[in-house]
């Protein structure tokens, strides 16, 4: 059996490598490395910088440590302690299909039939020990049982949650050698006190938004569905469970319900496998689109794919952006520059983990001149005569007008659901959404000077997306890992710390409201950044987009009776987590600086303007201004028979008029936030003189304090903040808030 001390001892030494001599100063080194890097995104040449920073290998110790091997030696390679560990330790949650997996499942300390009889076959795998997976059929007794085996207490829900969200922190961190001085114990009162000021705001947004959608519900007579303790049909139709080899007999080892004997099972086998099939799991799949000229038509083509099961994306790192031939030289990929000097040529990238999936074909653009003729593709030599515009022309053949970055999700024996984003669009709403698109209505392509060079870029091409997928509670020690790791950017630690950031309020805030929350599929976020352009100067935006998000929900065992739909409960939560995620820090009047955009946002600035909350129902009132682009989005929804409760009228924001609503579901409740664009993306903007790239740094360093500060807070619960190394964790957070109310809205 391996000691315990040898893993200990192994833990300790990733933690040397991983923070230096010292906690304070390496981790606090590392996190401005991390935030001054993130700035060579700004000069797109320099972006290929940014890739191989997603995270390109797994950490040494991470790549040898075997969490099964080691439980099943701490187990005995027993069968009757393995099986009691899966039975009684892992708790069960109802959802269909393969979405965790072994290490998954392990992580969470949870998880549905299936992939409980995954850990526990690995375990068995361990100990040589040969089993056979079972399925078959619950009747209305037994499915009751396990339903109500699912149940617990908030006591309980509460203390699984911080095993998870506290778990191996501190094995993580090192210790600190020095005591903290009274400078940084004061500073870890000020950031205590200032997360438990980003909570209480977190708790007032939940409840207010809550209110207002049930109360636009109840005036327009609907009434959602309350919440029961039930299983999925596939959960009762083929639950899955292990039979193991004993002598000559198969003895069923059925861990869905705590304190099953072994051979005591609730049901019989319908079928037995050797392995459960991949049909079970839960697909992810990626894929761009660019629309192109061609002849007098506007044709859309697929240029990238990538598509894996949910279970094996789960905190890996994901990246999606664009690259020019120069960039991806840096990377050692070779790519002819079709455009020369007389236009712009990207080409898509997305990379999982470190490695890169090139699109197929070239985005290409032209450029007019200062007078708006010419300078379109003159000097490229990559369009024949016959193709080559004219001066003042419209876009030239093969050029891209569009394009669209699509997740699609696909459960298990199910219809996919698929997210589209919009990169970049240059035709106008009206033709977009109202008409036929011509290549007539195609907009110039607007550039930019990021880096003071001469050389020119698309903005829309040079902003970077982040992906983090989330498949049950996210381990606080992996977010630290993730964080501290030498080659993790800021970005994809933020989209993992979102998933974090979720998991915290659902305990802080839902629990308190007899709600017990869990991932039912894949939970599917991006943290973006880029440049946009305004007449005044250019904004630097960073955004959370959540593109997938599944959540069940359980009653709390002894609570009271709800007081929210639970549906429209867990649908605001994980929006307010995200309006957590980006939203500055409160200023020194207590308020939100401006910049900030999203569905909330909306909503409190309709309710400042008077505007009435109105629930549309069946088809979109006459005289509605929503714009073609919402109208079109909200048209969708009805037609899917989903309710949207939105502003009367659109909002001016910034200087623009915008519109979003909460989109939900009438069978489930289940409520999403929807902005105009068809994301559901919370954003900052910060007006930013681009050559100031250290400020850049210091924007997203102060963003990215009160999400770790979080961290800190949760340690508490635990009594780690009570340590040295705690204390001077949480000091280094102080400088990131502290930063965030300094930088305020402008960051110049």
Request: negative net charge; hydrophobic residues 45%.
């Amino acid at each position: 059996m391996r000691a315990a001390t040898g893993r200990t001892l192994a833990r300790t030494r990733y933690a040397d490598r991983m923070l230096g001599s010292s906690a304070l100063g390496g981790l606090n080194l590392r996190l401005i490395v991390i935030a001054l890097s993130i700035a060579t995104v700004f000069p797109a040449t320099a972006w290929a910088a940014a890739i191989p920073a997603i995270h390109s290998e797994a950490p040494p110790d991470a790549l040898t440590a075997d969490p099964i091997a080691d439980l099943a030696a701490d187990l005995d390679y027993d069968l009757e302690q393995i099986y009691r560990f899966v039975a009684d330790k892992i708790q069960y949650e109802p959802y269909e299909g393969i979405l965790r997996g072994v290490v998954g499942t392990l992580e969470a300390g949870a998880g549905n039939s299936s992939d409980q009889s995954l850990l526990l076959a690995a375990l068995l795998d361990e100990s040589l020990i040969p089993y056979r997976f079972a399925r078959g059929a619950l009747d209305e007794t037994a499915a009751a049982e396990v339903a109500k085996g699912a149940i617990i207490d908030a006591s309980e829900a509460r203390a699984a949650a911080e095993r998870i969200l506290v778990g191996d922190v501190e094995a993580t961190l090192r210790d600190v050698s020095a005591e903290p001085d009274e400078a940084a114990r004061s500073q870890a009162v000020a950031a205590s006190d200032a997360v438990d000021a980003t909570i209480e705001r977190a708790a007032a947004q939940l409840d207010g938004t809550v209110a207002l959608i049930e109360e636009a519900l109840i005036e327009a007579g609907v009434t959602l569905p309350g919440i029961t303790a039930t299983l999925p049909a596939a959960e009762v139709e083929a639950h899955t469970w292990l039979q193991a080899s004993f002598g000559a007999e198969w003895l069923d080892l059925f861990p869905s319900l705590a304190g099953t004997a072994t051979g005591e099972v609730p049901t019989v086998a319908a079928e037995t496998l050797d392995a459960l099939p991949d049909e079970l799991r839960h697909d992810l799949e990626f894929e761009v689109f660019v629309e192109r000229v061609q002849g007098d038509q506007l044709e859309t083509e697929s240029i990238l794919q990538f598509s894996a099961p949910a279970d094996r994306l789960a905190g890996v790192p994901m990246s999606f952006g664009h690259l020019k031939p120069s960039g991806l030289e840096q990377l050692g990929i070779a790519v002819r520059n079709l455009m020369g000097d007389g236009g712009l040529q990207y080409q898509a990238v997305f990379d999982i983990n470190g490695q890169s999936i090139v699109g197929d074909e070239p985005v290409t653009f032209g450029i007019r001149d200062s007078e708006g003729g010419g300078g379109l593709f003159d000097d490229s030599g990559f369009f024949g005569d016959d193709d080559a515009p004219a001066e003042g022309a419209g876009p030239a053949q093969g050029e891209a007008t569009a394009e669209w970055l699509e997740v699609r999700y696909t459960p298990p024996a199910g219809e996919p659901v698929t997210s589209r984003r919009t990169i970049f669009d240059r035709l106008p709403p009206d033709q977009r959404f109202g008409g036929e698109p011509g290549v007539e209505s195609v907009a110039a392509v607007e550039t930019i000077d990021l880096d003071g060079t001469g050389e020119l870029d698309f903005a829309p091409m040079v902003r970077m997306h982040s992906f983090a997928v989330a498949t049950s509670t996210t381990p606080g020690s992996t977010l630290v890992s993730r964080a501290t790791a030498p080659d993790t950017s800021i970005l994809t630690s933020m989209a993992l710390a979102y998933h974090y950031l979720r998991d915290i309020l659902a305990v802080e805030i839902g629990l308190d409201r007899n709600v017990r929350t869990f991932l039912d599929g894949p939970n599917v976020v991006s943290v973006s950044m880029g440049v946009d352009v305004e007449p005044e100067e250019p904004v630097l935006r960073l955004g959370v987009d959540i593109w997938h998000r599944s959540t069940g929900t359980m009653p709390v065992d002894g609570g009271a009776t709800l007081a929210s739909q639970p549906g429209v409960l867990t649908g605001v939560l994980a929006h307010v987590a995200e309006r957590t995620a980006v939203q500055p820090p409160l200023d020194e009047s207590g308020t939100v600086p401006p910049g900030h955009l999203g569905v909330g946002e909306l909503f409190d600035t309709a309710a400042r303007a008077g505007i009435p909350t109105v629930t549309i129902q069946d088809r979109v009132p006459a005289g509605a201004a929503y714009g073609p682009a919402a109208m079109a989005l909200i048209g969708e929804a009805l037609a899917a028979g989903d309710i949207v409760v939105a502003p009367a009228q659109p909002v001016t924001v910034g200087g623009h008029e915008r519109v979003g609503w909460w989109r939900i579901d009438p069978d489930t409740g289940l409520t999403v936030d929807v902005m105009d664009d068809g994301t559901g993306t919370e954003s900052t903007e910060y007006q930013l003189p681009l050559t100031m790239e250290f400020r850049v740094a210091n924007c997203i360093f102060a963003l990215t304090g009160t999400i770790f500060a979080v961290l800190v807070e949760v340690l508490d619960m635990g009594g780690f903040n009570d340590a040295k190394r705690g204390v001077s964790l949480v000091s280094i957070l102080y400088q990131g808030l502290s930063a965030g109310r300094s930088w305020g809205g402008t960051c110049k």
